[in-house]
């Protein structure tokens, strides 16, 4: 069952051109609907690619640089035009509230909806949401402003039940709830239930992290490690370090390196530069030391 579906809004770096536009991703997640960085023309592209904007519950923007949120507040206000009241929880940078407000009311706009905000707090790495059926994290990186990753996973899941045998047995409805939280119920005859007899173990929770912008950094090593899907900057060819350094951006070989050692399953790479044609190169480079990359295009859904 495939429960996180994630669609890249923006692959390109600073500059949009004709074929990239800049940061955004909108990930549905069980459900959950969760929009991560809001470069200009997001919203267009949640439209273009027939997203549900409206079920946007929680907006994730990992630094200032304008190409990662001038589309907020565009997006707000058309959510506001559409008619929402459903409250909205945007976490980012601790500047980026007293910006979205200020743009509001010089505009004279005022949100029927609420806006919750939280700011990023600069830990390693911390839990800022979770329900019964994911969690959020939000990570340092490196980056000339104040920048941070995201990890966005699954909580554990309880065992299933072997029905069949359950109900063919005639057992008692009450013990289910210990026997698929993996515990054995004692019967008053003394008999014992054992959990892995009567129910089938839990799929193992799913997990997508995204590290947009950030030089090479193997600080986030543990807070993306062994995630289904990583997407990692890519900003330049190794070639061009120099200008990655001085940008602090990654490099498509440092990416394939971070994903290598964090032991993920598949590394996908992008916000990669305009001097780029196609992506090619970079490919080819991340490809020589971790296999499973792929380079993303606007548009590309990837479902896990
Ligand atoms: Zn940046």
């Not at 919750?116 to 949401?129: G, T, V």
């Not at 062994?226 to 951006?249: G, I, P, Q, S, W």
Request: aromatic letters at 10%; hydrophobic letters at 40%; one cysteine or more.
């Amino acid at each position: 069952l495939k429960t996180f579906s994630l669609t890249i809004l923006g692959s390109g770096a600073a500059l949009p051109t004709a074929k990239r536009n800049p940061s955004g991703q909108f990930l549905n997640c069980n459900n959950r609907h969760i929009l991560i960085d809001c470069g200009e023309g997001t919203q267009n592209q949640i439209r273009k690619h027939k997203l549900p904007l409206q079920r946007i519950s929680h907006i994730l923007i990992s630094h200032l640089h304008g190409d990662h949120f001038f589309g907020l507040v565009g997006l707000l206000s058309t959510m506001h035009l559409l008619g929402r009241d459903k409250g909205i929880h945007i976490y980012g940078p601790p500047d980026l509230e007293q910006i979205i407000r200020m743009q509001l009311e010089i505009g004279g706009s005022r949100l029927p909806f609420s806006l919750n905000f939280y700011p990023l707090q600069k830990i390693k790495n911390q839990l800022i949401f979770e329900d019964k059926v994911i969690e959020i994290h939000s990570f340092t990186m490196k980056h000339r402003v104040d920048s941070w990753g995201f990890r966005i996973q699954e909580k554990e899941k309880e065992r299933t039940l072997n029905a069949e045998l359950f109900y063919g047995e005639k057992r008692s409805m009450e013990h289910i709830p210990a026997l698929k939280k993996g515990l054995d119920v004692e019967l008053e005859d003394g008999s014992k239930l054992l959990s892995a007899d009567y129910t089938f173990p839990a799929s193992k929770p799913k997990s997508y992290a995204y590290c947009s912008d950030t030089m090479y950094f193997e600080q986030i090593l543990q807070s993306v490690l062994e995630v289904d899907y990583l997407y990692h900057e890519a900003t330049f060819l190794h070639k061009e370090l120099d200008r990655a350094l001085a940008t602090m951006h990654t490099t498509a070989l440092q990416a394939g390196e971070i994903a290598s050692k964090a032991k993920v399953k598949n590394l996908l790479i992008g916000h990669l530069s305009a001097r780029y044609e196609t992506g090619k190169e970079l490919l080819a480079e991340a490809k020589s030391v971790f296999d499973n990359t792929f380079i993303v295009e606007d548009g590309d859904v990837f479902e896990f």
